[in-house]
């Protein structure tokens, strides 16, 4: 017998952040003959629901956020900590569809796939890899909504988010180059809203023991990026 919602919470998380992660794979995608020919799928899906991998999360995400001095990843790192899990859907081994629609500036796709494989071997340091093929973001938009709709339907809040997925992709815990984080909570009040903006002052001593990310942008104190300290960071 499982009484009272604490009781059922874990189990409700992840029966329901299955059930999203059906309706990302299954959502409409471009190029879906290629998946009559045998192509792969390029839509990766990950469930973190345990507590000692989302205080990791939270972890990275204040680690990265001092080193870009920005307060939101510290908003972020504090609902990670609250949220009851988080199902990460990303894009890994992608490929064009075929379509040479233009979009991404180039006549085909194999132009752009030819164009952009130096920057996108050159992007590892990144947050995110990239150039990416502008459908296939699209496609991924699609999954993450079908999944949150799938978890509005099953009654249980969801946050679409980036930094979160960030932390994922360079903790190891998914492997795609691009991806979104569903935060999923069941509480009387969705926990991935109205959260305010902490005040952080990034070089105060209780933050000296959060390491490098070994991420790029980092920004200076004097909101120049270390990369680049001639262009004042744009943010």
Known sequence: MQSGIDAMRADIVRTVGQLCAAAAVTAPKSGGQLFLRGKPLFIETALVDDRSALKRLADWMRARGKERRQEIWFRDAAMAERIDGVLLIGMK??????????ACGYATCAEFMEATKKLRQASADFEFGGPQC???????????????????????????????????????????????????????????????MPAVDFDAADLAHLPTTGTIPVKRPDKRWAHMPHVEADE
């Open 93 to 102: 081994g992608w490929y064009p569809p075929i379509y040479d629609c233009g």
């Open 134 to 196: 502008n459908l296939r973001d699209i496609d991924l938009g699609i999954a993450v909504g079908s999944a949150a709709k799938a978890a509005s339907l099953n009654n249980v809040d969801t946050r679409c988010q980036t930094r979160i997925a960030v932390a994922a992709r360079k903790l190891g815990l998914i492997e795609a180059e691009v991806a979104v984080a569903l935060s999923m909570s069941v509480t009387h009040k969705n926990v991935g809203f109205d959260n305010r």
